[in-house]
């Protein structure tokens, strides 16, 4: 595994820097959260960067994408995350896409995945219930066979970009309980299924995310993404994917907002002389830097090693999204500290900036989550 | 890639065919292995015929010209020499402050004359080389220095008082900075000087560390007579030496310190680490019992891959032509205060069975962990404090003002 970017992965990153310097500054997101917008991102903006291209990179050819990997979506996404882009990368490309792409049968895939890479359409993945924490298979939503297909029952929280999704991937049980591995199956459900009701969850970062409530909703033998009853380990592979690109969002944020602090250690100026030449802030900037340092390296080669399908990548995704986690929250905290009374107010970007990185945080597990998951994967 | 493909055959067979079976499983860093010298000594005579045909071959200097006894190597096929001696599980041949210090100052910055003498007696470990830059007055502010050295023909004479200077009780040089010019701006005064130790006037004195070992000196210089043609670079101008040789330096403890730690790992199996903490708080279900414990060794292990997984990142990007920045410092710090959260963890796994210093009663790896624990705690500050480091980051790295 090379830890340095290609020639094209280069070019791939400075693009994608320079489209979202121009079309999607911080303001943007703002304007989208003061107004209220229920979808909180800008489909026209979606169809834009499918044109692009950039939702297709890490997909096959033959899905439509660009057949390259990871290692150049997070190129992309670390951009979109520099300035807060609240386009579905996450749960609809990365969850719905993944899973669409891994798990779905030739006729769902014809169905739906063009329209995702295109930016026409956004598949969602409920991987989250109320109570399920960090727990993927901890599922609670029942399917019940009825006729030749189920009927689905239960409730599914903060669905990420699920609110106006056209189709939801729903895990549910087909059989078992608890915790159990085994007996979980994937449906895709589309968003006009009689019994769906979907809410907006207006969360701390400002992101679409929906509740959704399925009573009795009809799915037929066909609407099912992967085998019937053994759908966690695809559930897992999905996940892995998908925090590999949160956690890719989270670098480009923490980059983002350490330059911002840096510059105002540079520019705002106390007992005469620029806050940034008083040595307790520069050794504190320091280790924050540090702390970006390391986790770029580890997204880097998380997502290298998930692309070469190498047999320690579900760790590497659990070392990107720990140290994602802990240097995010590290750099939005001391940026609101050296800001001073201004990185408390709602007007300076830097609030948004650790409200992402906790939301961020709590997403995919946090870095305790990961520790505990690096541990059992280390055989101890 | 076919040529590296190759290279890695070859070089396979070779090793495999050359390096003495009871080496194998040593373990080994800039730290720890062959130090070399003419005062060398060798408990295993094995390490000395790894260390001949290594040299022989150019292999302890694997990027260094072939002209001054190096191997000549690309950094990618020295990458998979490193590789293949880890794949290998086999000891580096020869470790120490020529290679990883003096060597590449000397290739940067030396005379024809002092690269032909010097680097080919590095390369085969022959000299064995010590630091002199700390003296009592001058540490952080190591620009202060007073060491004196006045010119008298075609010699210095030097007088004054060097100190932890690491091994200068087995060296049989050492570069210093001396001060060659008293009234100019504190950096512009200092020389870079190569001093043969069996000069006349030069003695040391070892300096007992709270580790129980003594690995550094008080060094002494009175009216020792230094032939001007061992100024590396020019006179006055040493301050540009020295500072490219402590980011060697930095990169070497950084590489040392990052690395695997006190075992190596077992390939695929539990870590050196998981694998000690079961065995001292015992197993329920496969899992370290303690959970807390389980928790702090995943954490450091993770923080651990995160930090290889950097110096790894800024390798593959010098190799790939970037220019490199001030990184070492960032190694420096991260890696010491990794081993000394390596030992912290490693001493509380061990619980009372860490508070051993010697004698019968206590296990001999475990004495060794409570000793390296000690010694650890002075890698923040060797090679230029975890402050100073943090300063240099946050004016060159991060543009901070003063
Ligand atoms: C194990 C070991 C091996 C060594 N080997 C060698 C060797 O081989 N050769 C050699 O020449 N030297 C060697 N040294 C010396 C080492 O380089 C010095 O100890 C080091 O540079 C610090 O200098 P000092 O001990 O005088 O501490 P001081 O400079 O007096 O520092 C004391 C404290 O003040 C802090 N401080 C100082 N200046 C600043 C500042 N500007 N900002 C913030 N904090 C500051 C320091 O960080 C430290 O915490 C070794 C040291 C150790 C511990």
Redesign the interface.
Known sequence: MQLVLTEEQELIAATARDFVAASSPVSRFRALRDAGDPLGYSPALLREMGELGWLGIAFDEKQGGAGLGLAELVLVVEALGRSLAPEPFVGGLALGGFALALGASPALQSAWLPGVLEGRKVVALAHQEPGSRHALTRIGTRAVASGSGFRLTGAKSQVLDGFGAEAVIVPARTAGGGDDRSGITLFLVGKDAPGLASERAIRVDSRNAAQLHLDGVVCGPESIVGKLGEGASLLEAVVDRATVVLSAEMLGGMAAVFEQTLSYLKTREQFGVPIGSFQALQHRAAQVYMEIELARSSVMAAARSVDAGETDAAKLVSLAKARCSGAYLLAANEAVQMFGGVGMTDEYDVGFYLKRARAAELTFGDAAYHRQRWARLGGY | MADLETFRRETKSWLEANAPASLVGQIGNELEGTWGGRKATWPNPDAKRWLDVMAARGFTAPTWPKAYGGGGLEPAEAKVLAQLLRELRLPPPLIGFGLTMIGPTLLRFGSEEQKTLHLPRICRGEIRWCQGYSEPGAGSDLASLQTKALRDGDHFVLNGTKVWTSYADQADWIFALVRTNPTAKKQEGITFLLVDMDTPGVSVSPILLISGKSPFCETHFQDVRVPVANVVHQIDAGWTVAKALLGHERTMIADAFGGAGPRPDKKG???YL?EL??SKLG?EQ???ADPIF??E???F???S???A??V??TK??A??G?QPGSESS?FK??GTELNQRRYELLVRLLGPDALGWEGPGFDEADLEITREWLRSRGNTIEGGTS?VQ??I???H??????
């Open positions: 199996g539990r870590s998981a903490a079961a197993e496969g899992r370290i389980r928790d060794v995943a954490a292990e993770m923080e891959r995160a930090f997984l950097t790894q990142r593959d990007a190799r790939a970037h960032m710090i991260y402050e943090l300063n980051l946050a004016k790295v991060l543009g901070l003002p003063s």
